[in-house]
Every structure is written in C-alpha cells, then in structure tokens.
C-alpha cells in the first residue's frame, strides 16, 4: 500500500493504526506536496515526516517539488476557501500522482494522511479516489481514524514524539487566508542578502536538523517555546546630498534599527569610525570598524551584502556599539562618512513572537 503523506503529525497515527489494521501490507510512505509554500516549508515537513517513518519502520519517498504544475492546476481558484474548489483540485493533483507511482512499482492500494487531518473533507477525499481507481486500478483505502477520539489520540501521539507542528495548511493562499491578519507573514519574507533570520522557516529547518542528530546520539532532550521580541526589515532608502545633489548610497542596516517616520539628519560628531547623528539617536559606522569589531576583512559595504553577518554577529555590533544588543537606535553601516545631510528612510516591524528551543538532558 503506498500511503500519500502530507505532513508529520498526521502521518504519524495514521501509519500506527494502518499497520494495526493492514499487518500484512507492506507500506510505503509517499511525500509528494507541490502546493506547500515556500520550498524550505516543503524541505522541512519532509524531514520531519521521514523521522517519523523510521521511527515506525516504514520505507519512506520523496516526491518531486512539482511547484509550477500545481500552480497551473490551480489557476483560477486562487480565492477559493479551505475545504472548498481548490482543495479538490489540490487533492486530485497529488493523489493522481500517488497512483501513478504506485502503478510504476506495481501496487495497487493507496491512500492518504490527509484522511486524519480535521482540516481536511472526507467526503471531496472519497471522490477523488474513486476517480482514481476507474483512471488507475488502483483501489482507494478510505479510513477514518479521527472517530471514537481518534483526533485526541493522534494530538497526544504528535507530542509525545515532539513533532513539528506546522501552523497553515501549506499553499501560498491559505497563507494569505489563514495569516492575512498578521502584521508580518514571515513565510512570504525573502531576505536580501540572505540571513537565517530568526523564527524562519530556515531556523526552524536548521533546528529539526539539529534535533535529529541529538537523537542518532541518543541523547535526550526537550522541545520548548520561548517568547522574544522579532523584527524584520522590509525596505529601506538612504540618501546622502553630494554637491547639491541627492544620491542613494550604499549601506547595510542592522538588525533591530527602527524608524517611525522618514528622517534627514547629519553627523554631529566621531568617535573611532562611528557617527552619531544629531536626531533620532541614528548612528553610522564605517566599514573599516565593522572588520576591526568583527575580525573581518569587508573591503566595501557592497562586499558585505555578497557575504552577510549572522544575526549573532549583528547582534554583537549592536551591543559593542550601543551596550545593548535590544536598543533600536538605527545603526547604518557606510563605506565612509560625508560631511553633507543624509535622508533616512527605514520601513521595519518590530514584534512579539516565539520560537523554539531545545534543552538537552
């Protein structure tokens, strides 16, 4: 039987109660989710899906990031609501899929982890295999396991394994619609230049990665949340008056630096290749200062874009700079500093968020 999988928490119960009741079967996990958005949410279900598959001794397969096939399948029906036109469509996308490769191999069940998701309408779930099974041969397993506390059993087998848990279903609209109401939707945010920014996705994977080789150690641990203060840079303008004239210059900002409002300012004084500004508590550093602080070798800010501090080492300047590693003074990073005006216009939100960490026993 080749099951379709959608997600850790879901696969997980589900494969438990399948071997109970198909002891005979021979299962393969099969994680074909072209619709989940961006790929390192894909990359990330994926791992912790394949965890969850050895742990229960079953043979698990990656399936292609078909992103662009289901975008086409899908056009059109970008509005649609959970559960609604787009899901099924969604759902014949990778199940048809799932029976292809079953074929392929010679089996001739499938069924899907979707089944256990609450999230998700057994009723559209049925058709589609139905279809199909006239399309393919393939016989459709249709189980319900969410019944008789089925959804609570699962929700406590997912914490005891200490799953990742995922807060949207995975397409790009239900983003939108399930996240529409957040200031800032991490998941649509792709740093320029590259950071693993904190509570990414990227963080997240690096830190399932990390789980993972604890347990092949057989050391102990435990998942827990902490709150803190995130932030994220949106966009940012920063203009210097050369010779009568206004140019955008080159500069790195560092993490935490926040603006309410567009701001002209000028350097009232240096101190050991750091301005300060005369308003808004702005301060500028030259590069030369970040490589002595640092111990690197930046030879322009245009250098440092190509390569970029960690979040750490910004953290690390701001504290060296400020005191504080949470002060959110603007700090602008410069190749050199002008004896002319400069406008600054930094566009960032600051906010409350959480993110999880792992205490080893």
Known sequence: MVVHLCCSVDAGYFFKRLKEDFPDEKIIGYFYDPNIHPYSEFKLRSLDTKRICKKLGVEYIEGDYNYEGWLEAVR??????EKGVRCSICFDFSLEETAKFAKKIGDKKITTSLLMSPMKS???????????KKKYGIEFINVDYRKKGGTQAQQLYAKENQMYRQDYCGCLYGIWQQKGHQEVIDELISPYPFQILPSSIEEKLNFYENRIKLEEKGIKYKIVKENFLNYRL????????????????????????????????KIEFIKDDIG??????????KINKINEILNKV????????????????ELKLRNFITNTPYSLS?????????????????????????REILIKF
Do not use: M
Request: charged share 25%; net charge positive.
């Open 298 to 313: 930046y030879k322009s800010v245009i250098e440092l874009y190509k390569n970029p501090l960690t979040i750490e080492e």
């Open 122 to 132: 057994h009723e559209q779930l049925n058709a589609v295999g139905k279809t199909l």
């Open 76 to 81: 059109g029906k970008e509005n649609e609501p």
């Open 276 to 285: 300060y500004a005369n308003r808004s508590q702005i301060i500028f550093v």
């Open 330 to 354: 603007p700090i602008i990073v410069l190749d050199d500093f002008e004896n002319a005006s400069y406008d600054i216009f930094i566009n960032s939100k600051i906010y409350p968020d959480n």
């Open 234 to 265: 949106l966009n940012l303008i920063i203009k210097c008056k050369v010779e009568k004239k206004w140019k955008v210059i080159n500069n790195y900002v560092l993490f935490y630096s926040y603006l309410d409002r567009k701001q002209r300012v």
